[in-house]
C-alpha cells in the first residue's frame, strides 16, 4: 500500500546544513512534496518537485529525488532558527475518480540551536 | 486573506457527546478535504468533497460525516465522539487536485474526548 516514512527528529547547529530524508511506495507518484508546519499553525506548502527531475533548488532549500530507490529529501543551508519546526513529505496517489490526494509522512521535527 | 478558516479551534467533548466542526474558505476554491493528524503518524484523510453538493471517503471515514451545503463551508460532524477521535483536525481546500496538488490548510481544531 502507499506508505511515506522519515525519521521523526533533527537537530541542527545554527548556520550548518540540514538533511531531512523521506522514502514513498507509490512508483506512480508524479508530484512530491514538503510542507512545513510552525507551531500551532496548519501546513504550509514549501516546495515540490515533479517526477521526473531529479533535482530542484529554491534559494536555501535543495530537493533531491532518487527515483529509483524512491528517496526523496530536503536539504536547507546555512540554517536558521526561525526554520524550526516540523516538515511533511508527501506524495501524490489518486482517488477514485482520477482525483488526486496526498498521503503524507509523519512529520520531522527540525529543532535548530545556537 | 483569511484563506482557510476553521471553528472552534479547541474542544472538549464528552463520550457519546455530538459536533460540528466548521472549515470555511475564501479562495473559491473547488476541493476541500478534513485530515486528522496524531502524534507519531502522518496527516490521515477522513472525507473529502470535489465541488458543491459533493462528498467522499478518505481513509478513515468511520465515526464521521460531512456535507458540502456551499461551496465555501465544509462541516465535519462526530455524531457520538469516542476518546479515540481526540486529534487535531485541518481542513484545507485546493483549487484543483490534478495539478501541483498545494494545498492550503486552516490552522486545526484541536478536539480532546473524555
Known amino acids: 500500500g502507499e506508505d511515506v516514512e522519515q525519521s521523526l527528529f533533527l537537530s541542527v547547529r545554527e548556520g550548518d546544513s540540514s538533511v531531512i530524508n523521506c522514502t514513498y511506495t507509490d512508483s506512480s507518484s508524479t508530484y512530491l512534496y514538503w510542507y512545513k508546519q510552525e507551531p500551532g499553525a496548519g501546513l504550509q506548502l514549501l516546495t515540490y518537485?515533479?517526477?521526473?527531475?531529479d533535482m530542484k533548488q529554491d534559494q536555501r532549500l535543495t530537493v533531491l529525488l532518487n527515483k529509483k530507490d524512491k528517496h526523496l529529501s530536503l536539504r536547507i543551508a546555512d540554517t536558521q532558527t526561525g526554520d524550526s519546526a516540523i516538515y511533511f513529505c508527501?506524495?501524490?496517489?489518486?482517488?477514485?475518480?482520477?482525483?488526486?490526494?496526498?498521503?503524507f509522512g509523519a512529520g520531522t521535527r527540525l529543532a535548530v540551536h545556537p | 486573506n483569511a484563506g482557510v478558516t476553521q471553528t472552534p479551534k479547541f474542544r472538549v467533548l464528552k463520550t457519546g457527546q455530538s459536533m460540528t466542526l466548521l472549515c470555511a474558505q475564501d479562495?473559491?476554491?473547488?476541493?476541500m478535504y478534513w485530515y486528522r493528524q496524531d502524534p507519531g503518524m502522518g496527516l490521515r484523510l477522513i472525507h473529502y468533497s470535489v465541488g458543491e453538493g459533493t462528498t467522499a471517503k478518505g481513509e478513515v471515514p468511520d465515526g464521521y460525516n460531512v456535507s458540502r451545503l456551499k461551496k465555501q463551508n465544509f462541516l465535519l460532524g462526530l455524531e457520538s465522539a469516542a476518546p479515540s477521535q481526540t486529534s487535531v483536525y485541518f481542513c484545507?481546500?485546493?483549487?484543483?487536485?490534478?495539478?501541483?496538488?498545494?494545498?492550503?490548510f486552516g490552522e486545526g481544531s484541536r478536539l480532546t474526548v473524555l
Open positions: 479562495m473559491n476554491h473547488e476541493y
Open positions: 518537485i515533479f517526477s521526473n527531475m
Open positions: 484545507a481546500s485546493s483549487w484543483t487536485s490534478r495539478t501541483t496538488g498545494e494545498l492550503f
Open positions: 508527501a506524495e501524490s496517489s489518486l482517488l477514485s475518480g482520477g482525483y488526486n490526494k496526498l498521503i
